[in-house]
């Protein structure tokens, strides 16, 4: 093998490395999310219907990273909230989506896995 096609491999190997690293988080943060009972109410992707085709339960996970990108102590916020549940009184999700509040999950997944599902969730593009 020319030392041409040494550098362009080890390139190849170097640009893909990050793309493999993000794969593996991305199937870890949905094991976690699938087995905490996220997907009951949520979905990654915008537009996927709920039960019965209604609007989802929850809204969509791209839907709050959009919403809550660059907000200082985001992260802390829907950590918080994903732990102790939402108030349906103060829904910012009204119209678009059919659940009136988040329950509390604080038996379905510990602060630190919430917390690291999180910081998954606002970094969805």
């Known amino acids: 093998m020319s030392s041409l096609s040494r550098i362009a491999l080890l390139a190849l190997a170097?640009?893909?490395?990050?793309?493999?690293?993000?794969?593996?988080?991305?199937?870890?943060?949905?094991?976690?999310?699938?087995?905490s009972g996220c997907f009951t109410c949520h979905h990654i992707e915008p537009g996927a219907k709920g039960p019965d085709g209604l609007a989802p339960i929850g809204p969509a996970w791209k839907d709050v990273a959009a919403k809550y990108a660059g907000q200082k102590g985001a992260a802390k916020t829907l950590t918080a909230t994903v732990l102790a549940g939402s108030n349906p009184y103060e829904s910012h999700w009204k119209g678009k989506v059919s659940g009136l509040a988040m329950p509390p999950n604080k038996v379905a997944i510990t602060e630190a896995d919430a917390g690291k599902l999180v910081n998954w969730i606002l970094s969805l593009k």
Do not use: I, Y
């Open 14 to 35: 170097t640009a893909a490395a990050p793309a493999l690293a993000a794969g593996a988080a991305d199937e870890a943060m949905v094991k976690l999310a699938n087995t």
